[in-house]
């Protein structure tokens, strides 16, 4: 959204923003509105969901303390305690006193729980001690491995039980299974393991009786799983049990509404029976108050927007038409015209009108600077072309003279009188003070009296071999372009300990409106990286005219640009091995010049 304002007309924009702006205290009414009554109608179904969920948690607490109680009233029969720790021993005197104390403890479950159908006592080994069912039918009940939970229903911690539902495979019945481990309440050890069997259906009209549709009862056991559900619907919304660390006290309902708010969770902790009791009421009515409340926003929100809309288009007038204006007047600037005005109201003054001055006022501002500043820019690019031409490396009038000095010791004879000509030339062209340009003869003259010199400091190792036709030699060149280049050659083609003679070729040739002068050598040429860097350092400029260095490849060039232009400089080709071209591109014309 704000990209879609950002890069629309400051009509689009006010009317937009003046439509948003306008929302705001819309929407934070429907959000209180629609929350107040929300609210209300969570509030009541809260309240009755609350009571609903006391009596279901009220009377399955009870239900399983039956069944606890009737577990732990085994610890009044010493004698079963005994069977369950020791086993049954049929010689011994006790063992008819022991069946009278399993039947009395057999009425007393019965009497107590007339759901139980069958009762198994497992001893300290876990092997069964007795049983005792409430039907001859109930006898082919079996616990065994295919039987869930088997292992750990034997081997309970201390004041835990186990409950699940499974299906009998020998009665094709599904059982509600209560399970106990009976441990000494003074040394807590283990002494047998108590196991009450229930038919399903018993437990199911007991929560039937105290539910009501559409509400959702999940029992989950000591392992977080559901043994018991009304159905599958919202077993997702229900989280992971994890039973609270005995002993524990009586424990409130927990009571919260879904992510979507569409159902109302009780979850309470039924400590009898370590199990997890959910209550899922599906919130239908409240539901249907959201869709309608929602419809009514909506509706609100379209009709106020239409009205703003309209509004917005009308008022936006008198602000974007005198902003069209400066806009328009702005591009034309942009474009170049800086003789251009904006009308100012006269009836007025505000920021608008206010912009407007200050954009007359700044566009005749640039009038006046951009007349001074062209005077000072080409002052200054004269004066940064002869501090380029004036950068020469004093380097190479002392290496001048030590040559001079040694042939003079060394030989006597007159090749030093050639020498002190050629530098005296090289001098004379150097220190010129007239035209900045010159000629391509003359270049090539003092490129021919700065490589005489070098031909006899290296003991003629260079050869120059110049091709250009006669009608290219009063090209105009701006001066000392060739001897830089002449100069980087050597410093970069002479190899030391090569025999091979360095061999410098200078050509000229006319180009699609340009003049071309190319300088070749055989030298060892460059590696593709160094070559790619060089080329990349010409693209540059420096940023400091006297640097301490010699005039080299980049000082040429940038002169050159300088002079000339952007399309014009130094182009760079070179084969490791094989040599290095270096191409001069500058205007092809010709013009008189006074001989220096």
């Given at each position: 959204m704000l990209r879609f304002l950002l890069n629309r007309s400051i009509k689009t924009k006010i009317v937009w923003s003046t439509v948003i702006i306008s929302l705001i205290p819309l929407l934070i009414l429907s959000y209180l509105f629609y929350d107040t009554n929300a609210r209300s109608l969570e509030r009541t179904m809260y309240r009755s969901s609350d009571q609903n969920a006391d009596y279901m948690s009220d009377y399955l607490d009870k239900y399983f303390q039956n069944l606890s109680a009737s577990a732990l009233q085994v610890y009044g029969f010493q004698r079963i305690m005994n069977l369950m720790e020791h086993g049954i021993d049929y010689?011994?005197?006790?063992?008819?006193?022991?069946?009278?104390?399993?039947?009395?403890?057999?009425?007393?479950?019965?009497?107590?729980?007339?759901?139980?159908?069958?009762?198994?006592?497992?001893?300290?080994?876990?092997?069964?001690?007795?049983?005792?069912?409430?039907?001859?039918?109930?006898?082919?009940?079996?616990?065994?491995?295919?039987?869930?939970?088997?292992?750990?229903?034997?081997?309970?911690?201390?004041?835990?039980?186990?409950?699940?539902?499974?299906?009998?495979?020998?009665?094709?019945?599904?059982?509600?299974?209560?399970?106990?481990?009976?441990?000494?309440?003074?040394?807590?050890?283990?002494?047998?393991?108590l196991i009450f069997f229930i038919q399903s259906k018993e437990i199911d009209k007991i929560i039937k009786t105290y539910n009501y549709e559409p509400n959702e009862i999940i029992l989950q056991n000591r392992h977080g799983e559901p043994f018991y559900q009304t159905?599958?619907?919202?077993?997702?919304?229900?989280?992971?049990?994890?039973?609270?660390?005995?002993?524990?006290?009586?424990?409130?309902?927990?009571?919260?509404f879904s992510e979507n708010r569409s159902l109302l969770i009780n979850t309470s902790f039924i400590n009898n029976g370590n199990i997890r009791l959910s209550i899922v009421y599906p919130n239908t009515e409240l539901e249907h108050?959201?869709?309608?409340?929602?419809?009514?926003?909506?509706?609100?929100?379209?009709?106020?927007?239409?009205?703003?809309?309209?509004?917005?288009?009308?008022?936006?007038?008198?602000?974007?038409?005198?902003?069209?204006?400066?806009?328009?007047?702005?591009?034309?600037?942009?474009?170049?015209?800086?003789?251009?005005?904006?009308?100012?109201?006269?009836?007025?003054?505000?920021?608008?009108?206010?912009?407007?001055?200050?954009?007359?006022?700044?566009?005749?501002?640039?009038?006046?600077?951009?007349?001074?500043?062209?005077?000072?820019?080409?002052?200054?690019?004269?004066?940064?072309?002869?501090?380029?031409?004036?950068?020469?490396?004093?380097?190479?009038?002392?290496?001048?003279?030590?040559?001079?000095?040694?042939?003079?010791?060394?030989?006597?004879?007159?090749?030093?009188?050639?020498?002190?000509?050629?530098?005296?030339?090289?001098?004379?062209?150097?220190?010129?003070?007239?035209?900045?340009?010159?000629?391509?003869?003359?270049?090539?003259?003092?490129?021919?009296n700065y490589l005489y010199i070098q031909q006899l400091r290296f003991e003629n190792a260079i050869e120059l071999e110049i091709d250009v036709q006669e009608e290219l030699m009063d090209m105009t060149i701006i001066r000392f372009v060739l001897q830089p280049i002449i100069e980087n050659v050597i410093v970069h083609g002479l190899v030391k300990d090569d025999q091979k003679e360095l061999l410098i070729r200078i050509g000229a040739v006319r180009k699609a409106g340009s003049f071309v002068l190319t300088v070749q050598d055989n030298g060892p040429g460059m590696e593709p990286s160094k070559l790619e860097s060089l080329r990349s350092d010409l693209k540059y400029k420096s940023k400091e005219l006297f640097d301490g260095v010699s005039i080299g490849l980049k000082n040429v060039h940038e002169r050159l640009k300088l002079v000339y232009g952007s399309a014009y400089g130094l182009e760079i080709n070179s084969r490791f091995g094989l040599g290095t071209e270096i191409a001069i591109i500058i205007p092809d014309r010709k013009k008189e010049i006074s001989d220096v």
């Open positions: 010689n011994s005197e006790e063992f008819l006193f022991l069946k009278d104390s399993l039947s009395n403890y057999y009425r007393l479950v019965e009497s107590r729980n007339e759901n139980i159908i069958k009762v198994m006592i497992y001893g300290k080994d876990n092997k069964l001690a007795d049983n005792w069912s409430r039907a001859a039918s109930y006898d082919n009940i079996r616990l065994g491995e295919n039987t869930p939970y088997f292992d750990e229903l034997l081997d309970l911690q201390y004041q835990h039980s186990l409950m699940f539902n499974y299906t009998d495979a020998a009665l094709q019945q599904r059982l509600f299974v209560y399970g106990v481990t009976i441990y000494d309440p003074f040394y807590r050890t283990k002494t047998g393991t159905s599958d619907h919202y077993i997702s919304a229900i989280d992971p049990y994890e039973p609270p660390t005995l002993p524990v006290g009586k424990e409130k309902h927990n009571l919260r108050s959201r869709k309608q409340l929602m419809n009514i926003t909506v509706s609100a929100f379209v009709l106020v927007l239409l009205f703003i809309f309209l509004l917005s288009l009308l008022s936006q007038q008198f602000i974007t038409k005198p902003l069209f204006l400066l806009g328009k007047a702005m591009k034309a600037v942009r474009n170049g015209n800086f003789q251009i005005t904006v009308k100012q109201p006269t009836l007025w003054r505000d920021d608008i009108s206010e912009l407007t001055r200050s954009f007359n006022f700044m566009t005749d501002k640039i009038r006046t600077m951009i007349e001074t500043e062209y005077e000072m820019q080409l002052r200054n690019k004269e004066a940064h072309i002869m501090a380029l031409q004036m950068q020469i490396n004093p380097h190479f009038l002392y290496n001048t003279l030590q040559t001079i000095g040694g042939k003079a010791v060394l030989m006597g004879d007159y090749e030093i009188h050639e020498m002190c000509r050629a530098l005296g030339d090289l001098f004379r062209y150097s220190f010129y003070e007239g035209n900045m340009e010159s000629t391509l003869r003359m270049e090539l003259v003092h490129a021919n």
